[in-house]
T-cell receptor, first 112, second 113 residues
Framework: DAGITQSPRHKVTETGTPVTLRCHQTENHRYMYWYRQDPGHGLRLIHYSYGVKDTDKGEVSDGYSVSRSKTEDFLLTLESATSSQTSVYFC???????????FGPGTRLTVT | ELKVEQNPLFLSMQEGKNYTIYCNYSTTSDRLYWYRQDPGKSLESLFVLLSNGAVKQEGRLMASLDTKARLSTLHITAAVHDLSATYFCAGTYYGGATNKLIFGTGTLLAVQP
């Protein structure tokens, strides 16, 4: 399995609080992605990174920001969590933009 | 804009039977992926289909790609309970600085003994 970890694995937070999710990889892959998974929607891309300090928006980026200061870490931040951001969040990595993406174990976030 | 549709969304089948999951996509896609997800788990890559007519097989699963019809299929042969999972297909499009995956909504497969 690709060396991807996500933390925390589960989190419950209150509306309006900031939340940061971390994705850590040991594969030295250039590309990293954040997705959310919701029933009836499959997985949808939130943000992605194509190198250190290089990030861009995906399909559903509103309310989310990301940062990548090191190759191995990609952070997803919800500045002010809302109930609509209750979801399962997956990180993925890829060695090239035309290569397979490998997914982390996921983080289940509940916003009350 | 690429859209990916899977059907059926739910499939209940008996062990030993054959069935096919369909994945239609709306515009050109460089490649087509199939993933498997067990409940509460991550996504596991099953197949990557790169060109028209591509066929890949692994055990009781066989995936194919028809780029002219914009259709990929995942065929299950003689289903067993261990194949129960949700299966996703995903197409790709190039936008921004990378190829992006667009997922179908998934097919929940339940294989009954």
């Amino acid at each position: 399995d690709a060396g991807i970890t996500q933390s925390p694995r589960h989190k419950v937070t209150e509306t309006g609080t900031p939340v940061t999710l971390r994705c850590h990889q040991t594969e030295n892959h250039r590309y990293m992605y954040w997705y959310r998974q919701d029933p009836g929607h499959g997985l949808r891309l939130i943000h992605y990174s194509y190198g250190v300090k290089d990030t861009d928006k995906g399909e559903v980026s509103d309310g989310y920001s990301v940062s990548r200061s090191k190759t191995e870490d990609f952070l997803l931040t919800l500045e002010s969590a809302t109930s609509s951001q209750t979801s399962v969040y997956f990180c993925a990595i890829s060695s090239g933009d035309s290569y397979e993406q490998y997914f982390g174990p996921g983080t289940r976030l509940t916003v009350t | 804009e690429l859209k990916v549709e899977q059907n059926p969304l739910f499939l209940s089948m008996q062990e030993g039977k054959n069935y096919t999951i369909y994945c239609n996509y709306s515009t050109t896609s460089d490649r087509l992926y199939w993933y498997r997800q067990d409940p509460g788990k991550s996504l596991e890559s099953l197949f990557v289909l790169l060109s028209n007519g591509a066929v890949k097989q692994e055990g009781r699963l066989m995936a194919s790609l028809d780029t002219k019809a914009r259709l990929s299929t995942l065929h299950i042969t003689a289903a067993v309970h261990d194949l129960s999972a949700t299966y996703f297909c995903a197409g790709t499009y190039y936008g921004g600085a990378t190829n992006k995956l667009i997922f179908g909504t998934g097919t929940l497969l339940a294989v009954q003994p």
